[in-house]
Nanobody, 126 residues
Framework: HVQLVESGGGPVQAGESLRLSCKTS????????MAWFRQAPGKEREGVAV???????SYEDSVKGRFTISQDYAKNTLYLQMNSLKPEDTAIYYC?????????????????????WGQGTQVTVS
C-alpha cells in the first residue's frame, strides 16, 4: 500500500519562495518514478517536474531555473522547491508515483502512467 500526502502549499507573494513536500508511505527509495503535476484554474493538468530512480530530472519549460525537484530517501519525502514564484504558478499541486518508470521526455507527462496520487496542495501567488 502506497500513500502520498502533500504539504507546504499556501498563499505567497510574487517573487517569494515555497517548498512543497510529499510524504510517501513506506520506503520507496529510488524504485518509483516521482513527479509533480499542477492544475491551474481553467487549465488542464500539466507535468511540472519529474525525478527517476537514477536521480535524473526533467522540468516543464516555464519552471526551468526556478523549480527544483528532489528526494530525501531516508525520510521517504519528495520535494519541490519553488523560487521566484509568479502569479501563473497558482494551481493545485499534486505529487504522483509510478512503479513502471518515468518513460521518456514526453511520456512522463502522461497522467495515466502514474499509479498513486496525492490529494493536492493549493499554491496561490499574488
Amino acid at each position: 500500500h502506497v500513500q502520498l500526502v502533500e504539504s507546504g502549499g499556501g498563499p505567497v507573494q510574487a517573487g517569494e519562495s515555497l517548498r512543497l513536500s510529499c510524504k510517501t508511505s513506506g520506503y520507496t527509495a529510488g524504485r518509483y518514478c516521482m513527479a509533480w503535476f499542477r492544475q491551474a484554474p481553467g487549465k488542464e493538468r500539466e507535468g511540472v517536474a519529474v525525478i527517476d530512480s537514477a536521480g535524473y530530472t526533467s522540468y516543464e519549460d516555464s519552471v526551468k531555473g526556478r523549480f527544483t525537484i528532489s528526494q530525501d530517501y531516508a525520510k521517504n519525502t519528495l520535494y519541490l522547491q519553488m523560487n521566484s514564484l509568479k502569479p501563473e504558478d497558482t494551481a493545485i499541486y499534486y505529487c504522483a508515483a509510478s512503479y513502471v518508470g518515468c518513460g521518456n521526455s514526453g511520456t512522463w507527462r502522461q497522467n495515466d502512467r502514474y499509479n498513486y496520487w496525492g490529494q493536492g496542495t493549493q499554491v496561490t501567488v499574488s
